[in-house]
T-cell receptor
């Protein structure tokens, strides 16, 4: 079936503007993850959803970042008042989730490259 | 906290050669999972191979195999008969067998270049 999709593929915005990044997981996957990939920090885990619930939001870099998931499917990562240090590739991944009984494989989307001018 | 270390920022080999990428990790957990992901210029992270820590047998997937040394906390990737399409960033990743909220911990990556 279709893989994880993300939109937009690329986003250029001005400092101070809000941006919304979208992730559409593989159908049937109940677990969803957001990561950030930047030159200086490598790959950082941001947040995890099991269904619509995110049990731990402490990985989000600041209170300007928020994420939600509705209907157990699509997730959006919102960055308010963007700063230049937010420039990075934002990757989304999904997996079967807890009902799979263990730590199953995460499948990644192609990412959104965000550039804040 | 778990850490993953990839000590080779870049490697270059000739096509058809065998290459080994190294990865070490640090954890106090006994049960965990290790992965190698490939990221070509398209940015898509592609799973190469996966190893469960409780399995003694090293995982293999066609030309890709791992050397998993649990006591040494080492998880190297061997690519046999390397091909031009293997050129990519390779990331080693770790997750424990907890409830799912931890995500993957990645190494900094190794840029592998296959020369024609």
């Amino acid at each position: 079936g279709a893989g994880v999709s993300q939109s937009p593929s690329n986003k250029v915005t001005e400092k101070g503007k809000d941006v919304e990044l979208r992730c559409d997981p593989i159908s049937g996957h109940t677990a969803l993850y957001w990561y950030r990939q930047s030159l200086g920090q490598g790959l950082e885990f941001l947040i995890y959803f099991q269904g619509n619930s995110a049990p731990d939001k402490s990985g989000l870099p600041s209170d300007r970042f928020s994420a939600e998931r509705t209907g157990g499917s699509v997730s959006t990562l919102t960055i308010q008042r963007t700063q230049q240090e937010d420039s990075a590739v934002y990757l989304c991944a999904s997996s079967l989730g807890l009902r799979a009984g263990g730590r199953e494989t995460q499948y990644f989307g192609p990412g959104t490259r965000l550039l804040v001018l | 906290a778990q850490t993953v270390t990839q000590s080779q920022p870049e490697m270059s080999v000739q096509e058809a050669e065998t290459v080994t990428l190294s990865c070490t990790y640090d954890t106090s957990e006994n049960n965990y999972y290790l992965f190698w992901y490939k990221q070509p210029p398209s940015r898509q992270m592609i799973l190469v191979i996966r190893q469960e820590a409780y399995k003694q047998q090293n995982a293999t997937e066609n030309r890709f195999s791992v050397n998993f040394q649990k006591a040494a906390k080492s998880f190297s990737l061997k690519i046999s008969d390397s091909q031009l399409g293997d050129t990519a960033m390779y990331f080693c990743a770790f997750t424990d067998s907890g409830g799912g909220a931890d995500g993957l911990t990645f190494g900094k990556g190794t840029h592998l270049i296959i020369q024609p």
